[in-house]
């Protein structure tokens, strides 16, 4: 989600206000269920005009009765605008410095201004979407600004697995993978513990720590800067009291925890 939201700022900066004149989705895998040209048809002659995010889904208004752009990053998508005049900026994930600017062989996606301009899903892996009108109803509500009555509410149905809920899009929108693993860290909860089994005291230290990593991994570049994150491997050690980390699979994914002060 701190990716999507610096992808997000970036259009909101740069892409707003600018008539299009072009747009390239012939890459029907991308931009599925859409054949080629009815994107583009859909777009040319409008505008982005108000960029929006919730958890990790984005979407752009185009303006007066035309559709909303979805654009998914995937795990590896960046927003790219290209001016004319040679200048860039970018939002997105955070392989930045594997990019040269000008390097876009990997563009998924693209919208041509008629400043001369170009915005672009630039997607190494191939993992990003770009649709129209996304289904973004159903998201819970957003990591970044969710309340204490609301997050209180996501955890407290079924028997899931704690991580498990927290990755739960319609539970709570925008928590991935690594920000799972860096919440539950800080508030010292095993990944696998049932979401019935939590005490008031453990849904409070789990908000406490969702808002702390929200807003450091959008402050400081991306969840790879969280705390835990780079202890995350084989041999690794808890920062916090020297612990081995422990892996194992939660709720499908794989998941890190210290193996002292995360016990089950």
């Not at 654009?71 to 594997?98: P, Q």
Request: hydrophobic share 40%; with cysteine; aromatic share 6%.
């Amino acid at each position: 989600m701190p990716e999507v939201e610096s992808a997000r700022a970036v259009i909101e900066r740069s892409g707003l206000g600018r008539a299009i004149v072009g747009v390239d989705d012939t890459d029907t895998w991308v931009c599925r269920p859409h054949s080629p040209g009815q994107i583009k048809n859909a777009l040319v002659g409008r505008s982005l005009v108000v960029a929006h995010r919730r958890g990790k889904s984005m979407w752009c208004d185009t303006g007066e009765g035309g559709p909303e752009l979805g654009i998914h990053l995937g795990m590896s998508g960046k927003i790219v605008i290209a001016d004319a005049d040679g200048g860039e900026v970018d939002g997105g994930d955070y392989w930045e410095g594997r990019r040269q600017a000008g390097d876009y062989r990997w563009s998924r996606f693209a919208l041509d201004f008629a400043d001369g301009g170009r915005l672009m899903l630039v997607d190494p892996r191939r993992l990003g979407r770009v649709r129209l009108d996304p289904p973004v109803e159903s998201l819970g509500p957003d990591a970044a600004t969710i309340t204490p009555a609301q997050f209180r509410a996501a955890l407290a149905f079924g028997t899931a697995p704690v991580k498990a809920r927290l990755l739960d899009q319609e539970a709570v929108a925008g928590i991935g993978n690594l920000l799972a693993d860096q919440i539950l860290w800080a508030a010292r909860i095993n990944p696998g513990r049932r979401v019935d089994k939590l005490t008031d005291d453990d849904v409070a230290r789990l908000l406490r720590a969702t808002r702390r990593a929200v807003s450091s991994a959008i402050r400081d570049g991306g969840v790879h800067t969280l705390k835990v994150i780079p202890f995350r491997r084989a041999g690794g050690r808890c920062p916090r009291d020297g612990a081995p980390m422990t892996m194992s699979a939660v709720g499908g994914r794989t998941s890190w925890w210290c193996s002292a002060e995360q016990a089950l």
